[in-house]
């Protein structure tokens, strides 16, 4: 008999002895209550203390408005192989994970009458290996992680913002300020500890189970629930940025500032930076900004330089910590807004990003914001260096680097409008695809950590990389239980 078998028996015993003694009948009416009676102090339901308090940290307010069944708080991957073995599958029960809860994508990471996983109580940062790794918890954020690892003056290649979940974060790829020098966040990880969807806990690693290891990486979540993630650490030294903001007519020497410096990535891997903009509906104007950071803390850099010697309205570049940097964007990003994201991919050019801004700022003529409504894109490049550490499933070519990443997202408050803006999102994806398409600039990667529920990863991934997918999904998941389990998540057909 396994020992979680013996748990699980102890656990009902405890249940029952409960039940008799409060002289009420046992009933394990639903998923929610049977899981409450094997774990009493890790399931909350609506009204109860921590519900409301955990609905209100999602990143979309139409995440929060789900209403689960009940939140079950994990401890670790075998409370989550009991949960699937003994209630979920038995039940047919719908779940949602939630790491962090920073997925824009509706249904994602909560679940209307569903049960929500969430793994806010597996957080842990752990230091091991004489200091060389770090394993970290799913449902650290990004600022808990640095703020552990700065006491011992080390980081991570990491989220470059604070309140930002790890498990979403790493599995859908991981855009960090050290991709040039080291790829993909996911790109760096050592080992996953991951629950199937069969209910078996593995570890995952370029020795053992390499598929599931390379699938996990770039699949958000498709392939099983990651319970540790084990990545190397990097020394803590100071890092030099910061944010710069721009006026309208120099946003076209900014562009081309942008693709200088992913020009330059393969000799100079330490700088790196992107640029936003924004119509802000409030004020009725748009704002441009450029975020920048030297690795090395160089302040004197040339291509930090460049972004100076235009001419800005304001901010500035420091010295700075990556954990620091990390808290600063945060506060750019506040909670409480409803939203819609979207991502394309294009090939890096001053003309491409110019077109692009051409077709939203036409898009903020026709559309009726709320008076706080705000549409923001951020161009960030896909380096050749940062495409050359590939170990992950969208294997994209370095030579057709520098590439574009394009994320553009909706913000507004009136729920009655939610169907007027998501039209008007899918509009405007459609218009700046086709202009991208006709500069020839157009490329098909959709990065999952952007995509809207529209968007699907895997459609545009390659034929190996697809067929290699589906025999990994075969070997581990052979019932296709994932895809009916947990409808929110991206999953191959
Ligand atoms: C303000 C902000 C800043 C961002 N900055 C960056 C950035 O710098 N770089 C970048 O690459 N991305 C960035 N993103 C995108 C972000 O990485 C994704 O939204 C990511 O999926 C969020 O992870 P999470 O754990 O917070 O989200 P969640 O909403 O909790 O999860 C996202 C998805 O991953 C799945 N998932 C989560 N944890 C697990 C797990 N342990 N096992 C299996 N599946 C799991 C969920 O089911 C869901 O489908 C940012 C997003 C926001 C809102």
């Known amino acids: 008999m396994r020992l979680w078998h013996l748990f699980l028996e102890a656990s009902l015993a405890a249940a029952q002895l409960y039940q008799q003694q409060a002289q009420t009948p046992l009933q394990y009416s639903t998923p929610c209550a049977l899981l409450a009676a094997l774990f009493p102090e890790q399931v909350v339901n609506p009204g109860e203390e921590g519900y409301a308090h955990a609905q209100e940290k999602y990143w979309s307010i139409q995440q929060a408005e789900l209403i689960p069944a009940c939140r079950f708080l994990p401890r670790g991957a075998r409370d989550i192989q009991i949960a699937l073995a003994d209630v979920i599958h038995p039940s047919n029960a719908s779940i949602a994970i939630s790491s962090g809860g920073h997925s824009s994508v509706t249904g994602a990471s909560n679940i209307d009458d569903g049960i929500t996983f969430d793994l806010s109580d597996m957080s842990g940062v752990n230091v091991g290996d004489m200091e060389e790794t770090v394993v970290l918890g799913p449902g650290a954020r990004w600022r808990d992680v640095y703020r552990t690892l700065q006491k011992q003056n080390l980081t991570v290649s990491g989220g470059r913002v ?30 996953f500890e991951v629950v199937t969807p069969q209910g078996e806990i593995l ?27 084990k990545m190397p650490t990097l020394p803590n030294t100071v890092v030099y940025g910061g944010a710069l903001s721009y006026e309208q007519p120099h946003f076209p020497l900014v562009c081309n500032a942008l693709k200088n410096l992913a020009a330059r990535a393969e000799d100079d891997l330490t700088t790196q930076g992107y640029l936003s903009f924004a119509w802000l509906q409030a004020e009725k104007r748009f704002e441009y900004d450029v975020y920048l950071i030297n690795t090395e803390g160089q302040s004197s850099h040339e291509a930090l330089a460049a972004f100076e010697a235009i001419p800005h309205l304001g901010g500035q570049l420091s010295t700075t910590t990556i954990g620091k940097s990390a808290d600063d964007i945060d506060r750019s990003n506040p909670l409480g807004f409803r939203r819609f994201k979207f991502t394309l991919t294009s090939t890096l050019s001053p003309s491409a990003m110019t077109a692009v801004h051409d077709v939203v700022k036409t898009f903020t003529e026709n559309t009726k914001f709320d008076p706080t409504g705000v549409v923001g894109v951020t161009f960030q490049p896909l380096t050749s260096s940062h495409l050359k550490a590939q170990k992950n499933i969208f294997n994209l070519i370095p030579s057709h680097g520098p590439l574009l990443l394009i994320s553009v997202e909706l913000w507004w408050n009136d729920a009655d409008r939610d169907i007027y803006f998501s039209g008007k999102a899918n509009k405007l994806q459609h218009d700046l695809e086709a202009t991208l398409k006709k500069l020839d600039a157009f490329h098909p990667f959709i990065y999952p950590n952007y995509a809207s529920r529209e968007q699907n990863p895997f459609a545009t991934l390659d034929p190996v990389t697809m067929r290699m997918l589906a025999a990994t999904k075969r070997k581990y998941d052979p019932n296709d239980r994932w895809s009916k389990i947990v409808p929110g998540s991206t999953y191959l057909n």
Not at 208 to 219: P, Q, R, T, Y
């Open 203 to 229: 570890w995952v690693n370029a020795g053992h189970h390499e598929d599931l290891f390379w699938a996990l990486k770039g699949s958000l979540g498709a392939f099983g629930i990651v319970t540790k993630i």
């Open 162 to 191: 604070g309140s930002v979940g790890v498990g979403g974060y790493v599995l859908g790829g991981g855009f960090s300020w050290f991709a040039n020098q080291y790829g993909w966040t996911c790109d760096t990880i050592i080992e």
